[in-house]
């Protein structure tokens, strides 16, 4: 009994060892994604707080009330609001605006997105904790009463993902242009227009880098922020002791007040270099996916927190020291012997900084793009391992483009500033609004928790972005012409492709209609599984018509897949597949509806068919079962079914490796494990770590327990299955009707056509062979 004991608390010391192995790895990695921002705001933060008219407070207690400010700010927003509480509203793992947006959709019917179905609320991910809550809130009926409100949530949502992709084009020109002219400090022959040649061509290399991916840019990264706080820790502590020691005293909220009292609206102004000292800080929340929450807590307050309350500390003890030196004070506070080791660190953690706004962009735009709200794109996944790393070719050439603009167009730290204080505090704003809806309906906490939060950060959010929203003259402009250019971008897309669905909906072909065609269909059916992509999760599609009159002959299998984006991040692969029957059994027509998450990686598409036909048989056995016992529902729609693909052991069919049938042709009657064993080799053959695609042969074994009917059936699927699979999609044009208003048919006819034809084609974005593909035109008039 001892030894049980013992063993048990042995096993335990084991695994919590693990856990904080694993914690401190984690943390270690998200000090190159994550933190790279805030980290070197240290760089121009006083410098941009005392560009206007608070320069002419030249004195020793404006400097601190100044550090006082930054202190509390970086106290209250990164520690108090992100640090203790929005993040520990992810999603599943995931954080970001459209994360706390996809939480209040799935908890409350706030979405505007199609192809919703109650099917969905079963999978174990898709609500908080796992269970389902009925919340009772006038607030809840009065938003889902008024789809204008759920509108201009949804358009809220996609301003501060906008906002995110302005960051993405801000942080990388404002981080490598400031680090860049420390140089200016020592060598003072080097001009503001070398400066902007050097920058642009370390942006060109740090863009030219995101292909490797976030976990080894993470790795290569992680080293260089963590010597870059220590040295700015050390530093700022030395200037501490040999500046003004006194500047402990600022760590009192009193100065604050005296700073305002002094200042006035000065002061107020001043506040939108201040708010520069907490960019970065969405970063924590939008990368979450990378990491954990308590990987990120911990760097956060053992690292991150107190290096920077000390770099700040110390260079206010400088500046109250050497007024004239205010513009470089950073560099200039750095001591002679360690200058140049500085500024080469401080260069490179400036494109580390950069790195975690370019994966929160990254990011961003995948879940914009799964939940329809973005047009298709290249996504490519760039761990094996990790799922949520990804790498958008064609947005990282854009915000290199927009980045380099942005970089030779101003040449002045200030002026950027301006535009990136405006672009970080409108994305914390919106997560303030929204996190006070999470609590309500996702954590269900009384309305007046919400208020509360929502009166504390909101209020300060507010006053830092009305100082901010003054200087659009002075480049603020930037990020609202960026965000307003992505926003109608991204609406137009919703807008088109949600129409499309609508006439989808409400033009499905009648099943009376199928039934007077007959089993035949009224056409040829030969050999081989039709796959026909269609956006409905019930009913055939109108195109099905279309594609009945158009082409001769038609598959004798037919399957009406989906394939869906549910608002979770990721769907359990036992709860992807969705299987059901159309028409009655001699149609040979079904319905499978594949679910995924929006960080979800699309498999093979030859696995895809293999897991396909093993869950048909499945399902198919699963009916006749149910039909026996008298519990099947004979609609002709039927009932879909959820088919656990990783335990497919109840199916007769037997797969087995084509190579080993060659030399023993006849089937016999296989075991459970051989099926169980092929199924895990075909698991194996998906993982991306494995290229090599397996050919895989189904087999229907002699078997007397087996019923007639579901014998014919099964070996119609097998005999289909070896006879070849085709993919049918429809290259759908939408067309405004001619009595449509002049806007609609300018979005439909000309901005959503627009994208339609530069965007990636239906086939590319699901990864169908174009060797096996079937397109077949039809004109929309929506």
């Known amino acids: 009994m001892d030894q049980e004991g013992g063993s048990t608390s042995y096993d335990q010391r ?71 509480i929005v993040l520990s509203a992810d999603d599943n793992g995931e954080g970001g605006t459209f994360a706390l947006y996809s939480l209040l959709c799935r908890h409350a019917k706030f979405s505007l997105l199609p192809n919703q179905q109650a099917a969905d609320e079963e999978l174990s991910t898709y609500y908080h904790n796992g269970t389902r809550s009925v919340i009772y809130s006038p607030l809840k009926r009065f938003l889902e009463k008024h789809k204008r409100l759920r509108t201009c949530l949804l358009l809220i949502v996609l301003f501060g993902a906008c906002m995110v992709i302005g960051d993405g084009v801000l942080t990388p020109a404002i981080s490598v242009l400031s680090s860049i002219s420390g140089v200016q400090v020592r060598a003072k022959n080097f001009h503001d227009g070398e400066v902007a040649i050097v920058s642009c061509f370390v942006l060109v290399g740090l863009f030219a880098l995101q292909h490797r991916g976030t976990q080894r840019v993470a790795f290569m990264f992680a080293p260089i922020v963590v010597i870059w706080l220590l040295c700015i820790g050390i530093i700022g502590l030395y200037n501490v002791i040999h500046w003004n020691h006194r500047i402990y005293q600022a760590l009192s909220p009193l100065y604050v007040v005296k700073f305002f009292k002094k200042t006035g609206k000065d002061g107020w102004i001043s506040l939108g270099g201040v708010l520069l000292s907490i960019t970065g800080t969405e970063a924590m929340f939008a990368d979450l996916g990378h990491f954990t929450s308590a990987s990120i807590r911990v760097a956060f307050l053992s690292v991150i927190y107190p290096c920077l309350v000390l770099q700040y500390m110390g260079q206010a003890a400088f500046i109250s020291r050497n007024f004239s030196d205010i513009t470089t004070s950073f560099y200039e506070s750095i001591p002679q012997p360690v200058f140049w080791p500085v500024f080469v660190v401080a260069t490179l953690a400036a494109i580390v900084a950069s790195q975690a706004v370019i994966s929160a962009t990254f990011s961003i735009i995948k879940q914009c793009h799964a939940l329809g709200c973005f047009p298709r794109v290249k996504i490519v996944h760039t761990s094996r391992w990790i799922y949520g790393q990804v790498y958008i070719p064609e947005i990282n050439w854009i915000l290199m483009v927009l980045c380099l603009a942005v970089t030779i167009g101003f040449r002045d730290t200030t002026v950027i500033g301006n535009a990136y204080g405006i672009a970080c505090m409108t994305v914390m704003f919106v997560t303030t609004w929204l996190m006070a809806l999470v609590i309500i309906f996702v954590w269900q906490k009384s309305s007046i928790f919400a208020l509360m939060f929502l009166l504390v950060f909101g209020s300060i959010e507010g006053v830092y972005l009305s100082s901010s929203l003054i200087k659009v003259p002075q480049g603020g402009w930037v990020p609202l012409v960026l965000s307003f250019v992505f926003m109608v971008v991204m609406y137009v897309w919703h807008y088109g492709t949600r129409r499309k669905y609508l006439f989808d909906l409400q033009n499905k072909v009648s099943m009376k209609w199928i039934l007077t065609l007959g089993p035949s269909l009224g056409i040829v059916r030969v050999p081989g599984i039709g796959l026909i992509y269609t956006e409905l999760v019930t009913g055939v599609p109108a195109i099905f018509s279309h594609f009945i009159t158009n082409l001769p002959a038609f598959h004798q299998v037919l399957v009406f897949v989906c394939v869906k984006s549910v608002p979770v991040p990721f769907v359990p692969p036992d709860e992807r597949y969705l299987i059901g029957r159309i028409g009655p059994r001699s149609y040979r027509m079904y319905r499978c509806i594949v679910r995924h998450g929006y960080k979800d990686v699309q498999k093979d598409e030859e696995n895809f068919e293999n897991l396909l036909v093993l869950s048909i048989a499945k399902f198919i056995q699963m009916e006749a079962e149910e039909t026996s016992s008298g519990s099947y529902d004979c609609s002709p729609e039927g009932r879909m079914a959820v088919i656990q693909t990783s335990d497919l052991s109840g199916t007769t069919l037997v797969m087995r490796d084509a190579d080993q049938l060659a030399g023993d042709p006849t089937p016999t009657r296989s075991s459970k494990s051989e099926t169980l064993q092929s199924l895990q080799s075909l698991y194996e053959q998906e993982s991306p770590s494995v290229s090599r695609r397996r050919r895989v042969r189904f087999d229907l074994p002699e078997a007397e327990h087996i019923d007639p009917q579901l014998r014919e059936e099964l070996q119609a699927l097998v005999e289909a299955k070896q006879a070849g699979v085709a993919y049918i999609l429809g290259h759908s044009y939408i067309k405004a009707r001619r009595t449509s208003s002049f806007m609609k048919k300018f979005f439909i006819d000309v901005a959503y056509s627009f994208l339609r034809k530069n965007c990636r084609g239906p086939s590319v974005a699901l990864s169908i062979p174009h060797i096996s593909l079937i397109e077949v035109g039809m004109i929309y008039y929506v």
């Open 14 to 84: 084991v695994n919590w060892r693990s856990y904080y192995k694993n914690l401190l790895l984690l943390s270690y990695q998200s000090f190159g994604v994550v933190y790279g921002d805030l980290s070197t705001s240290p760089l121009y933060v006083y410098k941009s707080a005392y560009s206007g008219r608070l320069n002419q407070y030249q004195d020793e207690e404006t400097v601190f009330g100044l550090f006082s400010l930054i202190f509390w700010t970086l106290t209250i927003i990164p520690l108090l609001k992100y640090v203790f």
